[in-house]
């Protein structure tokens, strides 16, 4: 009889458990929860001698969305395109007797050289600033961290301001607020402009999920930019060879120079 009684008390436990474990509310979320696909239209970018701009097309897949959310906006999307990063020097001319000189400089570590950016809307109605400034998202939100000794006379402020307006004055720096539109329900497209004087090297492509001010997750990729023909012997002999370039380049100019001084010499 006791024997029975504890079969009959195991059957239950385990008829009773399975379907817990099978429907753990835990595994479900993970399963559904939303997420983004992306792809570019190319992955290399050629750099001619005639190069003067190029628009590279970002496209995604949103999964596992909530279609009522999707319908009323609740979803947004932003694509960047990072370029290689450097350390970057912001100096601030001043008077000095008469003549206008580099009296005080500041430099930021490993700093984007190029930063395009595309989003649904204006980033800062999508998400909170310290949640934009965490993941690095928009023009204004990029880490500028100094490094070195700063200076009683160096205003912080005033040198990322100074960095951000001289980047997006060089066309280095862009944004358009409408850049991602969705094609249906849940496809999208970006357009992200390269400059004229797009930095070579790899570039990376950032795509951000937002659901009602919440980040839900990203993907990226990797864009290479790559100069070709003179363009690429040049930039390889530079670096690659800086004495014999060095040499040339002096040389090129001292006959440039004298056969200018012949051929528009007076008699």
Do not use: C
């Not at 980040?215 to 670096?239: C, D, N, S, W, Y």
């Amino acid at each position: 009889m006791k024997a029975t009684l504890l079969a009959l008390t195991i059957a239950m436990f385990t008829a009773w458990s399975t379907p817990a474990a099978a429907q753990d509310p835990l595994t479900t979320q993970l399963a559904e929860r939303e997420g983004l696909e992306i792809g570019i239209s190319t992955s290399e970018i050629a750099i001619t001698s005639d190069f003067s701009g190029a628009d590279l097309t970002v496209f995604g897949a949103l999964t596992n969305t909530d279609q009522l959310l999707l319908a009323i906006g609740q979803y947004d999307v932003v694509v960047t395109l990072e370029g290689p990063r450097d350390w970057t020097t912001v100096r601030r001319k001043e008077r000095l007797f008469g003549i206008w000189v580099n009296r005080t400089s500041l430099t930021f570590e490993q700093m984007p050289i190029s930063y395009s950016l595309a989003s649904t809307r204006p980033v800062e109605e999508i998400a909170e600033d310290n949640l934009l400034t965490s993941l690095g998202i928009g023009i204004d939100h990029l880490a500028l961290t100094p490094t070195g000794f700063i200076s009683n006379s160096a205003n912080l402020s005033e040198f990322r301001e100074a960095f951000r307006r001289l980047k997006q004055n060089g066309g280095l720096y862009q944004r358009d607020t409408g850049g991602v539109r969705f094609v249906s329900s849940s496809l999208f497209q970006a357009t992200l402009r390269l400059p004229a004087n797009i930095p070579n090297g790899v570039h990376t492509v950032h795509a951000y999920l937002f659901k009602s001010g919440e980040f839900i997750g990203q993907r990226e990729l990797p864009l290479r930019v790559i100069k070709t023909g003179l363009e690429e012997a040049i930039t390889e002999a530079a670096h690659q060879q800086p004495l014999a370039y060095g040499t040339f380049a002096v040389l090129l100019a001292l006959i440039t120079g004298w056969a200018a001084s012949l051929i528009f010499r007076k008699d």
